[in-house]
Structures are given as structure tokens and as C-alpha cells.
């Protein structure tokens, strides 16, 4: 945790908890990363939905080739945010009122998802043009991933039996311009995973395009670049995907690549910071019960995974009883709600551990408050804070 935002934390009213931190400067800095890894012939999109949070998306405009939304909803909010930035629309089940107004914001890319929405599409393209994908379901092995979305009996994308159905369609339509293939098949993937299905993708569309004879000038690898909940410091190895995507680029020269991640991206910079309201022990077990809870931050609950977490002690105690405390043993962090899922940490160690203690949970930036069920149980909203720490410019003012 940097010394800033652990400071910030540290002088931060109990009432103003719990909050969202979002560290810009780091993200900043991440992103920068990510981007100077890749080559230039590797396109990076953001996936908006893992977080959509203006702030985040200002920040990250510099450093992206576009964003990639999955709703009319965020279409809206990132057209709004980034009007100048580059949109592709992906995601199932699109409305025709959703298509209406991808074609009017001028979505860069449109990804087309089934046959019956490529029909939708061209009944209202009138005299206009648009770029497509098509989102395939590839038969690609993979390994054992956190979660798969395709390679087997999934609602996402098209079956690549239906594929010769689409391209036929599309080969008939000259306002559809066809620029090339997308998957998104699994999250959780290491680099070494990540690049071995690049691999059979780019196999797998090469050999379709020659059989074809059409031109499949772009692939889009989609996101699912892996996090490591267990392990915070331990990341996506950025440089060796990049290494390996130049390496794979150079035997197919005419082609572009990208990708979308989400959570790798923003995961990192936001944390959710709380205060321990009460600390018991119940049947053996000690319990310490949080502002807010899993109403705030579903990830833990979702993924049943313990949310990482940083302890900034409170030294301050002016109530005249003992002031309960845990003390080098295994304790369950849990929220507010009623219900034994609202767990954000299970059985995890604390050195010590005291009520009005602070709690930071770490990788809080992405699908956490924008997943989370916040009306359940009507308490407060979390308060939201964008730190920044942009090197200020030095030299001459204007
Ligand atoms: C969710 C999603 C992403 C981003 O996935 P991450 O695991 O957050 O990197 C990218 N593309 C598509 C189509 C998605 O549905």
C-alpha cells in the first residue's frame, strides 16, 4: 500500500467509512506498464464493465486504443465520458434499440454475437456502414481456468458450425465490413496460458481464412488476463505476453491483434477501507464484524476467495470498557448483513486486531461496487475518493 493512500486512510473520519479509494496515480502508472509491454501492432481496449468509474476511464483514455463496452447502458456512460475515444460493443443478447444506437454513437467495432443479430443488424442499417467481429466459440482446449465462457456449451458467442451461415450473409452485404474474429473464452489465464491460446486462435482463423478465401485482417483475444486474490504482489507477466504476441505476430504479417482486459487493468488501484465495529467469539470461533460488508464488495463472495487485506491500527479508545480485540489468531471478517454469506475474509491471521482498527481491503478496483447488491439491507453507501498524486510540472508557467 503506498504511503499516501495509507496515510489518507489513517486520517479518515470513522463516519466517512466505509469508502472506495481509488489510487489514479497508480493506475496511471499500471496502465502505462501494460501499454509499453505490448507491440504496436497489439490494440488495447478496456473492458469498461469490470469498472466504469469516470475517473478511472479519464485516466485510462490516455493509454488505451478504445474501450469495450456490453450494454447500451455503458455505450451511454463511456460515449459520454470519452466521446473521442474508440468504442467496440461486444456482448450478448443485444436490443435492436441497443444496435440503433451503437450504429448512431458510431461505434468503432460492433462484435456480433449469433445469426439472428446480424439479421437485427442489417434490417436497420439503411444506408449506413459498420465494422464487425464475429465473436466465435472456438473448440480451444483449455486449461483448468477460473472461469470459461467458451471452448464448450456456452451462450456467448457464435458455434463455429454457424459460422459459414454468417459469413455468407455478410459476403452479401457490402455496408458490412468484416475486419476479423473475436473470442473471449476463459478469465484467470496466466501469460503462458494466454499466449497458447493466441496460438491455436491464430492457427484456428488462418486456416478458416484460406479455406474460405476471405480476409480476416484482425483478431481480438478478448480479456481474462489472470488476478491473483492470494496473492496481490504476484501478476500477469505483462512483458513475457507482450514478448510472445511479437514473436507470434511475426509469422502473420498482415494481421492486427487486441485485447480487452478488464480486471487486470483496474483491479489493483481501488481498495475499500472500513473500520472494525465489533470483534466476539462465538462457539470457538472470533468474528469481526465490519462497517459495510459484501453489499459493498461481492467479490469475496462471488469468487469465494478472501479479499486481501491491509490492518491500519487505531491507537485511540476513550469508551471506559475493555476494548475487544483479536491477538495472533485466525478470525472471520465479516460484514453488517444478515445472512452467514456477507464473509469478506474467512479464518484468515491477524497480528492483532482491535475494534476501531481500519481495515484496507486490497484489489477493490474492479467488479466490486459495480457488482455488488447495494440495496440489500438499505444501509449507507460507501463515499468514493480519487486520490492523485500526477507529478506536478515544473519549468515556466504559461
Ligand atoms: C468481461 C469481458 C472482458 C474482460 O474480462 P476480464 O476478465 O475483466 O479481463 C473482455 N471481453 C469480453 C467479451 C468480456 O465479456
Not at 467496440?88 to 458510431?106: M, R
Not at 468484416?178 to 503462458?192: F, K, N, Q
Not at 491460446?197 to 488462418?206: E, F, G, K, S
Not at 476494548?323 to 475474509?345: N, S
Request: proline share 7%; glycine share 8%; aromatic share 6%.
Amino acid at each position: 500500500m503506498r504511503q499516501q493512500l495509507l496515510q489518507y486512510v489513517a486520517e479518515s473520519a470513522a463516519e466517512d467509512l466505509p469508502a472506495y479509494v481509488y489510487d489514479l496515480g497508480d493506475l496511471r502508472e499500471h496502465a502505462a506498464a501494460v501499454r509499453a509491454a505490448l507491440p504496436e501492432r497489439v490494440q488495447l481496449f478496456y473492458a469498461a464493465k469490470a469498472n466504469a468509474d469516470p475517473r478511472l476511464l479519464d485516466v485510462l483514455r490516455d493509454h488505451v486504443d478504445g474501450f469495450e463496452v456490453a450494454s447500451g447502458g455503458e455505450l451511454h456512460h463511456v460515449h459520454f465520458t470519452c466521446p473521442d475515444t474508440p468504442i467496440a460493443f461486444g456482448g450478448p443478447g443485444k436490443t435492436p434499440a441497443e444496435l440503433e444506437h451503437a450504429l448512431q454513437a458510431g461505434v468503432e467495432r460492433l462484435h456480433i454475437e449469433s445469426e439472428q443479430e446480424l439479421h437485427l443488424l442489417t434490417g436497420r442499417l439503411g444506408e449506413r456502414t459498420v465494422d464487425v467481429l464475429l465473436r466465435v466459440n472456438l473448440p480451444i482446449a483449455l486449461g483448468p481456468v477460473a472461469l470459461a465462457m467458451g471452448g464448450r456449451p456456452s451462450p456467448f458467442g457464435l458455434d463455429p458450425s454457424h459460422l459459414d451461415r454468417c459469413l455468407a450473409l455478410i459476403a452479401d452485404d457490402p455496408r458490412i465490413r468484416l475486419r476479423g474474429i473475436h473470442v473471449h473464452l476463459a478469465s484467470g489465464l496466466d501469460a503462458a496460458a494466454h499466449l497458447d491460446l493466441a496460438r491455436q486462435v491464430l492457427t484456428w482463423v488462418t486456416e478458416r481464412s484460406d479455406r474460405h478465401g476471405v480476409e480476416l485482417t484482425e483478431v481480438n483475444l478478448g480479456g481474462g488476463m489472470e488476478v491473483d486474490y492470494a496473492d496481490p504482489d504476484r501478476r500477469f507477466d505483462w512483458a513475457a505476453f507482450g514478448a510472445g504476441l511479437r514473436r507470434l505476430l511475426e509469422g502473420h504479417p498482415g494481421l492486427t491483434l487486441r485485447i480487452e482486459p478488464g480486471r487486470s487493468v483496474t483491479v489493483y488501484c481501488g481498495w475499500y477501507v472500513t473500520e472494525v465495529l465489533d470483534i466476539k467469539r462465538s462457539h470457538g470461533r472470533a468474528f469481526a464484524v465490519l462497517r459495510g460488508g459484501t453489499h459493498h464488495l461481492r467479490t469475496p463472495a462471488t469468487k469465494q476467495h478472501n479479499q486481501p487485506f491491509t490492518v491500519i491500527p487505531a491507537d485511540s479508545w476513550d469508551r471506559p470498557w475493555e476494548r475487544p480485540e483479536a491477538e495472533d489468531e485466525l478470525i472471520t471478517l465479516v460484514g453488517q448483513l444478515c445472512t452467514p454469506k456477507d464473509v469478506l475474509a474467512r479464518n484468515v491471521h491477524v497480528g492483532r486486531l482491535r475494534v476501531g482498527d481500519k481495515i484496507a481491503f486490497a484489489l477493490a478496483g474492479a467488479y466490486a461496487w459495480n457488482i455488488s447488491h447495494h440495496e440489500f439491507l438499505m444501509h449507507p453507501a460507501p463515499q468514493f475518493h480519487h486520490l492523485d498524486h500526477a507529478p506536478v510540472p515544473t519549468g515556466p508557467l504559461p
